[in-house]
């Protein structure tokens, strides 16, 4: 057990109690403490470092990594983090992003399909492509009405309105907006309306729509969260959104190439996002990483708009 003074001297750091915090009820690696903390590797091992020397924590080898756990939850430093958590801001974050760890850690399937991402289109199978999977895919979707919010030429659109009842795409480039109805035009579609506007104030009448999807619009919005927040008014109760994004990154001359107000989102911003806006069973995960640098991952998250 750890002195009074040791436990008092190392909790004053505010990084370390969050660790603490986490390492309370599950062991996490210092990987897994990097990806909720968004911290350096060497930031999060000195941090560990004073904490197993004041005699707080404790670490076991499994396979090529070590486990930390807290020392002594129960006594007196769990009494001091139960106190400390109401003060500690970014406490419910780092809970939320530590159950996201622990599901990729368990989740051995998804480990199988990233193990051969990547491989669909460089080893060659007779009749086997992404646009096939994704016309099957689309088969499987029941025919509703559905919002592309950030639409841009509409591409997306089209794709969409082969399977749904209507698609309304909507998009503040008015040269983008003629652009996609041009197109729809020449290949026939007459089920897919253009619509000049913004992803905050969309011009679609409340509960309206079964479905929203953003597909690598929500990083050019201003106020991205003001954006999920119209997508949950559009959508009828049990209606679903969907955002197609870029990992957060350090590119920053996405914001001259590409206009990007936002370069990207890490998965807990997303999260929150969906949450505050009032969408349930929120879940994210990254389905690519782009070989050639800046290797831009892109994340998926879904939502439901509660009955």
Not at 77 to 99: C, F, K, Y
Not at 136 to 151: Q, S, V, W
Not at 234 to 262: M, N, Q, S
Not at 285 to 290: A, I, P, R, T
């Amino acid at each position: 057990m750890a002195s009074i003074l040791k436990i008092l001297r190392v909790a004053a750091d505010p990084n370390r109690l969050r660790i603490l915090l986490l390492l309370r009820g599950e062991e996490l690696s210092v990987a897994e403490l990097q990806e909720i903390l968004s911290m350096g590797q060497s930031t999060i091992s000195t941090h560990l470092s004073q904490l197993k020397q004041a005699g707080l924590v404790e670490d076991r080898r499994t396979g090529k990594s070590n486990l930390y756990s807290l020392i002594g939850g129960d006594g007196l430093v769990g009494e001091l983090l139960t106190e400390a958590r109401a003060e500690i801001p970014e406490a419910g974050a780092d809970q939320a992003a530590m159950r996201r760890v622990l599901h990729k850690r368990q989740d051995k399937m998804r480990s199988f399909f990233d193990s051969v991402a990547g491989r669909l289109g460089k080893d060659y199978v007779p009749g086997k492509s992404w646009k096939s999977v994704a016309e099957a895919l689309l088969r499987l979707m029941p025919p509703m009405a559905i919002a592309d919010l950030g639409a841009g030429e509409g591409a997306f659109a089209l794709l969409l309105a082969e399977r749904a009842k209507r698609v309304i795409a909507v998009d503040t480039s008015a040269k983008m907006i003629e652009f996609g109805r041009e197109q729809a035009l020449r290949y026939g579609v007459s089920n897919v309306e253009y619509r000049l506007g913004d992803m905050e104030e969309v011009p679609i009448e409340s509960a309206s729509v079964d479905l929203v999807f953003f597909s690598q619009s929500l990083h050019h919005a201003l106020h991205p969260e003001r954006a999920v927040e119209e997508a949950a008014r559009i959508l009828v109760p049990g209606g679903r959104v969907v955002i197609l994004d870029l990992v957060k990154h350090r590119f920053e001359e996405a914001r001259e190439l590409y206009a990007d107000e936002w370069l990207g989102f890490s998965e807990t911003e997303l999260e929150t996002m969906l949450e505050k806006a009032g969408f349930t069973a929120v879940q994210t995960s990254v389905v690519h990483k782009e070989a050639e640098t800046p290797q831009f991952q892109t994340l998926l998250a879904v939502g439901d708009k509660p009955r």
